[in-house]
């Protein structure tokens, strides 16, 4: 009978653990096991001082429906181990020799695990999620705040294949994607389906792909250690879908608004105001907050060394991201956005984020050839902006310098110039240069000279040459007369250039304003 008892109570304890060991599966799996080490022994297994490999996190459920996570390691006699999740802030990593080891160790060292093991995958607060975000990326596409240049994205994708294999290897959904937005503010933020929305402002006020690489890898950090997840987690008073994205609407249409209603003929054709106001106006803190991209300073600061070891792990200068960070700041300074620099807008205090660096921007290093020749179209984009929009000449001028110390200006960098020195200088040496530089336009022929026939017309009023600058204009009214009908014809809109009443008549008065001089 006694034996009998036994082995009942055998059969029992091997059942148990039998159980147990069907219901123990692998939570997340490390693809290259991390080395670990701790500086005290842990229990019986564990020796101080002695490299252990991580090689996975297992979740154990026990028939009561509880479950508990566990570190699966392994030591250098091949012995395997399980622990306690908790016992994992006992251990460091020892070092790590890929880029996924980097972001597996600041994925255990992170919030991210504990919620992951908390609260579960949240699948259905990440769909949400991420109709939210493909909600927001149309509404900037359909309002034309997206800058087409499948060129230097292409170059961007490149630089991130480096960083980051674009798609999570654990089972969280979303992958990484980049687009380019209208805005001259340098900024960057990344939604939480891993689409990466970096400004025109942002990628025109950096000179290297040093300082591009560690602000890509900043904003990967976002969406790899789910920030947007955490940030959504803690975030109770939401406004409905619905209800958030009508005012949404409402909000850009007024801005719309006001922007036609303020246009006139002193914004030269080709500047598309309504869709950079638009895109300035998304930006909001009530946005960031709905996306669950308005991080925390414990975020950006952990983003920001995420930044700093990717650009050692892969032989950029780790300097690049400071750098990036003192271009930042100095654009603000330029443009008066001090609210930035405060630690109020969207991103801490820019000093503290520089963690005590007083150096000056470094530009001889951080100013690359390759990428300048890259970002021309960029450029440009935001120097008319800065020009026409904002009056920022010192700015703008920078951009279209740029353009043309590496030879590969456009005719509307020429304009440019040409527009700013006559307005910062107005005297006869400088228009003159001006003229010259909307001659060299004129014949560069890359895109419509509707607007240099403009320009040429007033500098020439400047000079006092009056019957050449009435030429000008009447080749100014032709043209765009002729373009009026083009786009009747084609029965299409063109956004490209004014073509309004406003227009016309301003060009007619121009035209006898000549004549009169």
Known sequence: MKKLHLFLVFIFLFSASHILAQNKYVFYQFKTPLELITHKN?????????????????????????????????????EKVSMDLKYLKEFEVNSYKTTQEIWDTFLITSDFLNNLTSKGMQYSLRSEMFEDAEEYYNKLKTSGSIFDDPYFEDYMYGLLSKIHPAVLNDNRPGNLYIKILKNSEPNAVCLPNGTILISTGLLSTINSEDELVGILAHEVAHFVLDHSILNYNKEADRKKRADFWSSFATAVAATADVMMASNNSSHPVGILTVNTAIAAAVI???????????????????????????????????????????????????????????????????????????????????????????????????????????????????????NIQSNIATDLDYVIK??????????????????????????????????????????????????????????????????????????????????TENELDWTKKMIFKSSQL
Do not use: C
């Open 284 to 402: 909001s803190n009530e946005i960031l907050t709905k996306l669950g991209v308005k991080y925390s300073k414990e975020q950006e600061f952990t983003s920001d060394w995420v930044a700093r070891s990717m650009l050692k792990h892969l032989k950029y200068d780790e300097q690049g991201f400071n750098n990036a960070l003192k271009r930042i700041k100095n654009h603000l300074l330029i443009t008066g956005n001090y609210l930035a620099l405060t630690g109020n807008g969207s991103h801490p205090d820019m000093d503290l984020r520089l963690q005590g660096d007083t150096s000056g921007i470094e530009n001889t290093k951080f100013s690359q050839a390759n990428y300048l020749k890259k970002v021309s179209l960029i450029n440009s984009f935001n120097a008319q902006n800065e020009l026409w929009e904002y009056a920022h000449h010192e700015k703008a001028l920078e951009l279209v310098n740029k």
């Open 418 to 499: 040409s527009v700013i020195l006559r307005r910062m200088f107005n005297s006869k040496e400088k228009n003159e240069e001006a003229l010259a530089l909307l001659q060299k336009a004129k014949s560069l022929g890359v895109t419509n000279d509707l607007l240099v026939l403009k320009e040429e017309g007033i500098t020439l009023l400047r000079l006092g040459r009056n019957l050449e600058a009435k030429k000008s204009f009447e080749s100014y009214l032709a043209a765009l007369i002729a373009y009026a009908k083009k786009i009747e014809t084609d029965n299409v809109s063109y956004n490209d250039f004014d073509v």
């Open 42 to 78: 842990l229990k019986d297994e564990i020796k101080k001082e002695q490299i252990y490999l991580l090689q996975s996190i297992s979740e154990v459920k026990y028939p009561d429906s509880k479950s508990s996570y566990v570190i699966d390691l392994l030591s250098k006699d091949n």
